[in-house]
């Protein structure tokens, strides 16, 4: 019993392993400019699968950017919220959800 405990145990770190190994690292497959950000970091983001765009929180630059991933191109920038935070948005209502400011605040812009 003992012997089947540890061989179990075994095959499942061996299983645990393989699959946390990378057959090869990342590569860069393209970029897209934006050129009117100067600074900060750009950490919070959301994504309409439907609408084919990307939303980026610029907190520093007091901007949402807009990118459309079928043009890899940026389309928009909403301006309004001072620092955006994070933002999610809901498909069924389509509609754009963005906390600006600290999140702890509890203001909700749409």
Not at 89 to 96: A, E, G, I
């Amino acid at each position: 019993m003992r012997s089947v405990a540890i061989a179990f145990a075994g095959a499942f770190l061996f299983a645990f392993s393989l699959h946390s190994q990378v057959a090869e690292p990342l590569k860069l497959i393209g970029s897209i400019p934006l050129p009117g950000l100067h600074d900060g970091d750009f950490d919070h983001f959301a994504v309409d699968v439907p609408g084919q765009r990307l939303f980026l929180a610029a907190e520093q630059n007091s901007a949402v950017e807009v990118i459309d991933l079928h043009t890899n191109k940026l389309v928009h920038t909403i301006t309004g919220p001072k620092v955006p935070h994070p933002i999610v948005f809901r498909s069924d209502l389509k509609k754009l959800f963005v906390v600006d400011g600290d999140p702890g605040d509890g203001h909700v812009q749409d």
